[in-house]
C-alpha cells in the first residue's frame, strides 16, 4: 500500500502564509525536511498559502518526484448537491497542473454539506457508494491518484465509509483534547491532523505536564508527538509549521518515536476526565 511509503511527520502547509514567508525561505524548509526524511507534504488549493507551494515545489525539481503529497479534495463542495467524479476529477486536474506534479499520492476526500447533517449525508453517502468507489477506482487506474483517503467530519460517517468499503485511510484531529481519529475507528494506516491543537500545547498546565513525565521525561513539543504516534496503527502526523527553528525542533524528536501500543495507552489514561487538561 502506498501510504507505507509515508514520513511518519506530514509537513503541514497551511501555516506557511501565516507570516509571510518568501519563496526562497519556503524552499529552504522544504529543502531541509527532505534532507532529514520528511517526504510528505498536505497541501491544499483552499489555503492561503497554495501558491507559495506550488511555486517552491516547481523550484524544488527535479527532487519533488521523490516527494509524496496529500491534499484536501471535496466532493459534494458546501455548494454542491451531491458526489460528482466530474468536479472531483477537475479538482485533482488542478493540482496537478498548478505543482506540476504527475501524481497526488493522497487524496483526503471529503463530503461537505452545510449544514453538516448526518442523517441526510450519510443516506445520501449510502445512495453513491457505488459511483464513489467507482470513481476512485478510476482516477488510481488513471495515474492521478495513488490512494483515497477520507476526513469524516464526524465518527458515524466515518464509520459508515469504513462499512461501505469506499476508502482504507482514515485522516481525523488526534490530540490531547481530541479523539476523534480513534473514535471513528483506526484503519491500518491512519493519518493524525493537529497533534498540537493550532498551538494549545504550549500552554497546558503545569500538573498535566508532570503527568505526561511520568511516562518519560520529554518535551511538550516530543510528547504530543509520541502519544499519537506510538499507536501501531497512526502512521504519520500533519505537523503545520512555518519557520525553519520549528521543522528542525520536529526533525529533532520525530526519530526517538516508537510505535508501542502500551505507551499508546498510558497516554490514554491520563487523558481520560483529567481536571487539567482544559
Not at 19 to 40: E, H, M, Q, S, Y
Not at 101 to 112: D, K, S
Not at 192 to 208: D, I, S
Amino acid at each position: 500500500m502506498i501510504i507505507s511509503n509515508l514520513s511518519n511527520i506530514i509537513l503541514g502547509t497551511m501555516r506557511l502564509a501565516e507570516r509571510n514567508i518568501n519563496l526562497i525561505d519556503c524552499v529552504k524548509i522544504f529543502d531541509t525536511a527532505i534532507d532529514k526524511g520528511i517526504n510528505t507534504f498536505h497541501i491544499s488549493s483552499e489555503y492561503n498559502s497554495f501558491s507559495l507551494v506550488t511555486s517552491a515545489f516547481k523550484q524544488l525539481a527535479p527532487r519533488k518526484i521523490n516527494s509524496n503529497v496529500v491534499v484536501k479534495l471535496a466532493s459534494p463542495h458546501f455548494d454542491e448537491l451531491c458526489f460528482s467524479q466530474s468536479n472531483l476529477e477537475k479538482k485533482i486536474d488542478y493540482i496537478l497542473q498548478q505543482t506540476g506534479l504527475e501524481t497526488i499520492h493522497i487524496a483526503q476526500w471529503m463530503w461537505r454539506q452545510n449544514p453538516l447533517n448526518d442523517s441526510t449525508r450519510i443516506e445520501d453517502l449510502e445512495a453513491q457508494a457505488e459511483e464513489i468507489k467507482l470513481c476512485f477506482h478510476n482516477i488510481i487506474k488513471k495515474g492521478k491518484v495513488l490512494e483515497f483517503a477520507c476526513f469524516p467530519y464526524t465518527t458515524s460517517f466515518m464509520k459508515s465509509v469504513t462499512s461501505l468499503g469506499i476508502s482504507k485511510v482514515h485522516i481525523n484531529y488526534q490530540n490531547f483534547w481530541e479523539n476523534m481519529l480513534v473514535d471513528g475507528g483506526l484503519h491500518d494506516y491512519s493519518i493524525a491532523l493537529r497533534p498540537f491543537l493550532a498551538g494549545k500545547v504550549n500552554g497546558l498546565h503545569p500538573e498535566f505536564i508532570k503527568q505526561l513525565n511520568t511516562i518519560e521525561e520529554r518535551s511538550i513539543i516530543s510528547h504530543s508527538l509520541n502519544y499519537v504516534l506510538s499507536h501501531p496503527q497512526i502512521c504519520s502526523a500533519v505537523v503545520g509549521i512555518n519557520t525553519l527553528e520549528q521543522l528542525e525542533e520536529i526533525i529533532s524528536v520525530r526519530k526517538s518515536i516508537s510505535k508501542n501500543i502500551d505507551i499508546f495507552d498510558k497516554y490514554q489514561s491520563i487523558l481520560k476526565n483529567n481536571p487539567y487538561l482544559i
